[in-house]
């Protein structure tokens, strides 16, 4: 709708910005200016490069290659160019009042009778972005409900704190704001861009990039794929800009779908799959999906009874947290989740642990001379095969996976998918969330997931990205 | 009413130490008077001050098991040092509060766990004081003296001293803009160090503002006691902590109040003498003050809860 007034020199430029961590390119030669007046929507699927690009303009990170810098201002730093960013974390300090939360982002608050002076300036900003917003600047932050923290944290940005901000960068801005404030919200960022501010926009909903945005930036694999004025795009071409156009996917959609049996599993959020079946959880990361599948297990397991094998077991992708034990060895690792089946009498059958692990060793490949070694001593990949190694040699019939191929390298994925796939075979149930869509195009049946619900089921032929990528972005109010 | 309890949290503090106080008057109604009071506070002073330190650390999600050792240590100069050779105690006093500002900066910047770090250098604080005063002696310096029995008119010195130094720490953590910044570090480090702010100074900071404390709790129960010892205050460690949670603070999340940390002194002192005049047994004492910090916890919890779920 808003046609690009581009003019002037460009509030922030990047010139063939590169960022690593280790070996990944998260962001791969990429060149963007923003003018002010223009408001960018950036969207592209999980580890497109979104969030790295995003904290290369905030200066969170330092580039790798290639330069970043703020023309208009000539300043040295993002925060004395007046960047500003609404992070999709709520990043707010629970313990202090709305007023002290300006505060802290506003460091030249200082002297007699800042309380006063931080209290009219935060009240002035939530009048003018949502008027009617009844947020008393006096409150603790973590008596307000999540939708009010994120109007808070947004009128944190658009406040003048000193200087004026030039460029505000909403990530995911409207993700937990009702309708009518996210339309208050949309007025005014129009309202700001038409002042001389920019925005930089990331949303999952279509609708609010095609009526705010004045220029579509997406971003595929670390790279700007396609940046055309908004018009330029239709909901079609748009959803192809964001997938790669036609791949792999294409053989898969010939093979048929092999027949299942009854549903095994109902869980209260709609997930059902049957004996045998791979049945895989997409979306945008962050829309439930995790939650989901830990309510699943939960359901199915009780904190009291172990018993002689529940019948279910759980892979976790965030190996540091709920993974590994990292004092114990790559055999203690594995064989802990069937003590109670080796135990004789409540004491552990050693020759039998040591015999699981080394058969478990031999057939998932684990890369260690000695399985009595400490789990650190392996890669992450090979930790990760220790958790399938420790989930499969239970008897459980369902196992549920959280990401599991998360900073997992592809000869180990590719060993991994085998093993899930001979498992399946012999009537074991999977399922899998992930957020790289080439694996989901593995299973046999997909939910995509957003905003914490379940959007599309999709079989067989269905699955392929283009289907999951339009399930995963809202397209109400898009025209096609 | 509970909503009432659980938006102001001081008022949980202030009602245990009324009703305590008014047990305590019921018990024995001498204590009523200018004098009594006095008795019944006095050593509470250094206590609040103990507990104001650790507020500072509890602030930034730390927990500091030094305490009772490093005032034990103060006292130790104080008696001796400060006395003797003023100039070089106030060297040294200085110097400990900068090792507690290095501590903060050798937490934050290795990531190590405090609660570890402190626990070992409550071994430290504790040697070295034992070489300045390998058997109890040393003498306050006179102007401590005088300035810890002063008595002012109308009302005592604790009283006095005590909404002094409720007044300052509350001017300090709550009114001005970096006690502001400070406590943000406890609530959400993360978007502090994000608004630009360098948080390992911020962590210095904090911990030096609780060496200061503590090294006044260990001058002011010099100044009470009129000799030191070095295990004179090793019981502060916990008195402090409790005090602190007992104000209405929260180990994590930056939620600390200093009046309330003073009133949470004054009320364990309380506790102590309330145990004594109902002739309890000082084997049971400890377990009785135990009771009272769970029972104020727990009503606490109740209105937090209830709260929660209405709202």
Redesign the interface.
């Known amino acids: 709708m808003n046609s690009a007034k581009v003019t002037g020199t460009p509030l922030v430029a990047l010139t063939n910005a590169e960022k690593h961590f280790g070996a990944v390119r998260a962001l791969d030669g990429v060149s963007l200016s923003i003018f002010p007046g223009e408001c960018i929507g950036l969207v592209g699927h999980n580890g497109a490069g979104k969030s790295t690009l995003v904290n290369l303009v905030n200066g969170g990170l330092m580039p790798s290659a290639g330069t970043v810098s703020f023309p208009a201002t000539g300043a040295p730093r993002a925060l004395e160019a007046g960047v500003r960013s609404v992070f999709q974390e709520l990043s707010l300090c629970p313990n202090l009042t709305v007023a002290e939360n300006l505060r802290i982002s506003h460091a030249d608050l200082t002297g007699f009778g800042w309380r006063t002076r931080a209290r009219a300036e935060i009240r002035k900003s939530l009048d003018t972005v949502f008027p009617d917003h009844g947020i008393d600047p006096n409150i603790t932050v973590d008596r307000l409900t999540i939708a009010e923290r994120q109007m808070v944290e947004i009128a944190i940005g658009f406040a003048p704190r000193g200087t004026q901000a030039r460029l505000v960068i909403l990530d995911e801005p409207t993700s937990s704001l009702d309708a009518a404030i996210a339309e208050q919200l949309l007025a005014h960022i129009r309202r700001f861009c038409a002042q001389g501010g920019a925005v930089l926009f990331i949303s999952h909903m279509m609708g609010e990039i095609f009526d705010v945005a004045s220029t579509i930036v997406v971003m595929k694999d670390g790279k700007i794929v396609a940046s055309r004025p908004t018009p330029d795009f239709t909901r079609a071409s748009l959803v192809e800009a964001m997938g790669h156009v036609a791949g792999p996917e294409t053989e898969k959609a010939a093979t048929s779908r092999p027949a299942f049996g009854a549903d095994i599993l109902n869980s209260k959020t709609g997930l059902t799959a049957s004996k045998g079946e791979v049945v895989g959880l997409a979306g945008l990361a962050g829309h439930g999906q995790a939650e989901a599948l830990a309510q699943l297990y939960f359901e199915h397991t009780s904190s009291w009874r172990a018993g002689k094998g529940s019948d279910m077991v759980f892979v976790a992708g965030d190996r540091g947290r709920d993974g590994i034990l990292p004092l114990w060895s790559i055999l203690r690792n594995t064989t802990v989740s069937i003590l109670p089946q080796i135990a004789r009498r409540g004491i552990v059958d050693r020759a039998a642990e040591t015999r699981i692990a080394a058969e478990w060793k031999a057939r998932i490949g684990i890369r260690t001379a000695d399985v009595t070694n400490n789990i650190l001593s392996l890669s992450g990949g090979n930790q990760q095969k220790v958790l399938f190694a420790r989930a499969l040699a239970s008897k459980a019939p369902v196992v549920v996976m959280d990401d599991p191929m998360r900073g997992v390298d592809v000869g180990t994925k590719q060993d991994v998918y085998a093993m899930i796939r001979s498992e399946a075979a012999k009537g074991r149930t999977f399922l899998w969330y992930s957020t790289e869509t080439d694996e989901v195009c593995q299973c046999d049946r997909v939910f995509v997931f957003r905003d914490e619900a379940i959007s599309a089921e999709l079989t067989g032929a269905d699955i392929t990205e283009d289907r999951i990528l339009e399930a995963s972005f809202e397209m109400q109010g898009v025209d096609a | 009413m509970t909503r009432l309890f659980a938006?102001h949290r001081i008022l949980l503090p202030i009602l245990s130490l009324a009703v305590l106080l008014a047990a305590t008057f019921y018990m024995q109604p001498r204590a009523m008077s200018y004098f009594g009071v006095n008795l019944l506070f006095n050593l509470a002073v250094p206590i609040a001050l103990a507990t104001v330190a650790q507020m500072m650390i509890i602030m930034v999600n730390d927990i500091d098991l030094s305490l009772g050792a490093f005032v034990s240590l103060v006292a130790c100069v104080t008696a001796t040092f400060l006395h003797d050779t003023p100039v070089l105690g106030v060297l040294i006093l200085a110097g400990l509060i900068a090792a507690y500002a290095g501590l903060g900066v050798l937490i934050h910047r290795f990531e190590l766990p405090a609660i570890v770090v402190t626990l070992g250098m409550s071994f430290v604080w504790g040697g070295i004081a034992l070489s300045i005063l390998p058997s109890p002696g040393g003498t306050a310096p006179p102007w401590i003296r005088s300035l810890m029995t002063v008595k002012p008119s109308l009302v005592p010195m604790a009283v006095v001293a005590a909404v002094l130094i409720a007044a300052v720490t509350h001017f300090l953590i709550i009114?001005t803009?970096i006690g502001?910044?400070l406590?943000?570090v406890?609530?959400?480090a993360?978007?502090?160090a994000?608004?630009?702010?360098p948080v390992l100074r911020l962590k210095a900071l904090a911990y030096a503002l609780a060496g200061l404390f503590g090294v006044l709790a260990g001058m002011a129960l010099v100044g009470l006691t009129t000799s030191a010892d070095a295990n004179i205050a090793l019981r502060y460690t916990l008195l402090s902590i409790a005090g602190v949670i007992l104000g209405g603070g929260e180990f994590i999340?930056?939620?600390v109040s200093p009046v309330g940390a003073v009133i949470g002194a004054l009320t364990l002192a309380l506790a102590a003498s309330f145990l004594s005049f109902l002739r309890l047994s000082p084997d049971w004492q400890i377990g009785a003050q135990g009771a009272i910090l769970i029972l104020v916890l727990t009503a606490r919890l109740i209105f937090t809860r209830r709260d929660g779920q209405e709202?």
């Open positions: 938006r009114r803009g502001t910044v406590r943000g406890g609530g959400n993360a978007s502090v994000r608004a630009g702010w999340g930056g939620k709202g």
